[in-house]
């Protein structure tokens, strides 16, 4: 099977618990306190990897404890670490993650997810062709993700990207991508165009030759696009835990099914039902479902 290449963050996850939100100047007890190994980009790839596709991460740690704990867990989800590189003078990246009334609030330090650099992704990319899959966000800083992208379709690999936080992004870098995966005001701020204003929406993007466009829309399913329709798909009816994952959980199976049949329409389907069963369940990469859990689960 062909393999899967993702460029992008890992970060420390800090998760707080709490049936309140602080006011300004205030202090509360939270109901509950734990460390996730988290980053878009990791929680990528173990998404991928858990579908049993061969996956390998690119990336930046520092020279902590936080750096060990997250290549090892990688490492335990069969994610080839090779080139995850420890840098020196900058700390692991942390996310302070707020679970409030089942949805999340998020506060990043970049650490050494800024500190990727050119040559980093060169030598993470030496092998990746024309058979495999290469998928970034935005975590590192702007100038790499566009960079891996462009270098990525340069060796004729199927680019997917997911463009969260949300920042604009060159021409020159969307013009590389052949899927675009993203959300309401992730397409906003890309696009300059809102949920409702699809035909706008698809003129834009299709005018930079991107084939085919998601919009994640949460509880609402997504909406696929390319220059021949718009179908719309819903989302599982499930009781949400933690939605901590679910995102990326839908852009790395998309991506193993992808690779797996080379279909869009079943890949769609399968990644909106991993990243439900991903929100039953807390925590960020342990919660990203197996290949055999998805397909045993019976969910509605």
Do not use: W
Not at 184 to 205: A, L, R, V
Not at 224 to 247: E, L, P, R
Request: negative net charge; aromatic residues 8%; contains cysteine.
């Amino acid at each position: 099977m062909n393999s899967v290449y993702v460029l992008g963050s890992l970060n420390a996850d800090l998760v707080f618990k709490s049936n309140v939100l602080p006011k300004s100047g205030e202090t509360l007890s939270g109901e509950d306190f734990f460390i996730n190994e988290g980053g878009k980009g990791a929680n990528q790839a173990v998404a991928v990897s858990k579908q049993d596709v061969k996956t390998y991460m690119i990336g930046a740690v520092g020279n902590d404890t936080f750096a060990s704990q997250l290549i090892n867990t990688l490492k335990s989800y069969n994610v080839d670490t090779t080139y995850v590189y420890k840098k020196d003078n900058v700390s692991t990246g942390v996310a302070g993650i707020l679970l409030y009334n089942h949805d999340n609030r998020i506060l990043l330090h970049g650490g050494a997810n800024l500190s990727l650099n050119e040559n980093d992704v060169d030598k993470g990319l030496n092998n990746i062709d024309n058979d495999d899959i290469f998928i970034t966000q935005l975590e590192n800083k702007i100038e790499i993700a566009e960079y891996g992208l462009i270098k990525a379709k340069e060796k004729n690999a199927f680019t997917i990207f997911n463009p969260a936080p949300a920042k604009k992004v060159s021409d020159k870098a969307l013009k590389c991508v052949d899927v675009l995966i993203l959300n309401e005001s992730e397409c906003e701020t890309i696009s300059g165009y809102n949920i409702k204003q699809i035909e706008e929406i698809k003129k834009y993007f299709l005018s930079l030759n991107i084939s085919h466009i998601i919009i994640t829309l949460g509880s609402k399913g997504c909406l696929y696009i390319n220059k021949d329709k718009s179908v719309k798909y819903d989302a599982y009816h499930i009781d949400a835990i933690d939605t901590t994952a679910a995102g990326d959980t839908f852009v790395g199976c998309f991506a193993a099914k992808y690779v797996e049949n080379k279909n869009i329409h079943e890949s769609i389907l399968y990644a909106i039902k991993a990243s439900a069963l991903t929100c039953l369940k807390s925590g960020a990469q342990k919660s990203i479902p197996t290949k055999k859990e998805v397909k045993e689960a019976n969910i509605n």
